[in-house]
């Protein structure tokens, strides 16, 4: 309800909430492209942003549970935070992202952001995306050719692919989690750090996938720790 209260209250207040990130032109040539876009938490002017990506096994996006809550909690930080609506499937979801990240950049004076140091974040499905675009940047899939995000923070995903040039990786994942198991999650943050990448793992007891921020659970505060992990990896900032 906070969130639907949020939005309701600064739509009321004449700001933007969503923003489209393709043309008129592309959605007709698309219709799968009509509600692709970015909902926006904002935080505070000319501070950095985060993109949050939900989960939802490619299939649906669930970002009432899975991304809303982040970027909300995100912008009460004072970050500038997006929740991506993407169109389901692997590659159309990344491609959605890469364009959202490049809407961003093109865009950064009228939305009031700093590029730099950005953070990709998401659960399940959203995680894949975030450290997809993480290992390869935004024009691997179709984006501009910007740079890769300064930080990646992943939930619950028993993604595996990583590069030597991957970015600092937060990851946490449920014990109990049957779809996403956390020794996968662990053994990739391990070799990552191998290479010289800063990591963080964290493993919770008694929760299984999708547990979003955690409230009320071991895992309650874990999106705190994320954000220090982001900070102590912006450029300027102590680590």
């Not at 600064?10 to 959605?27: D, L, Q, R, S």
Request: proline letters at 4%.
């Amino acid at each position: 309800m906070e969130i639907v209260n949020y939005l309701k209250d600064h739509a009321a207040a004449g700001e933007t909430v969503f923003y489209n990130i393709y043309t008129a032109e592309e959605k007709a040539a698309d219709p799968d492209k009509e509600d692709t876009g970015l909902f926006f938490f904002k935080g505070n002017p000319g501070e950095r942003f985060a993109v949050c990506n939900a989960g939802g096994g490619f299939a649906y996006v669930g970002a009432i549970q899975d991304s809303f809550p982040h970027a909300l909690e995100l912008s009460k930080a004072g970050y500038n935070a997006f929740a991506l609506i993407y169109r389901p499937g692997a590659q159309t979801a990344c491609e959605d992202l890469a364009r959202a990240v490049s809407f961003i950049f093109e865009n950064a004076e009228e939305l009031e952001v700093d590029t730099s140091d950005y953070s990709l974040w998401g659960g399940s499905a959203g995680a894949r995306m975030a450290a997809w675009l993480g290992s390869y940047g935004p024009g691997a899939f179709g984006g501009n050719d910007l740079p890769r995000p300064g930080t990646v923070v992943m939930q619950y995903t028993g993604h595996s692919d990583y590069t030597e040039n991957d970015p600092p990786t937060y990851a946490c994942v449920g014990e109990n989690d049957g779809i996403a198991s956390w020794r996968t999650m662990q053994s990739r943050l391990t070799a990552m750090s191998a290479l010289g990448i800063d990591t963080e793992f964290h493993k919770y007891q008694n929760l299984g996938h999708g547990f979003g921020l955690g409230i009320g659970t071991d895992a309650e505060g874990w999106i705190g720790d994320a954000i220090k992990f982001w900070e102590a990896h912006m450029n300027g900032k102590d680590e």
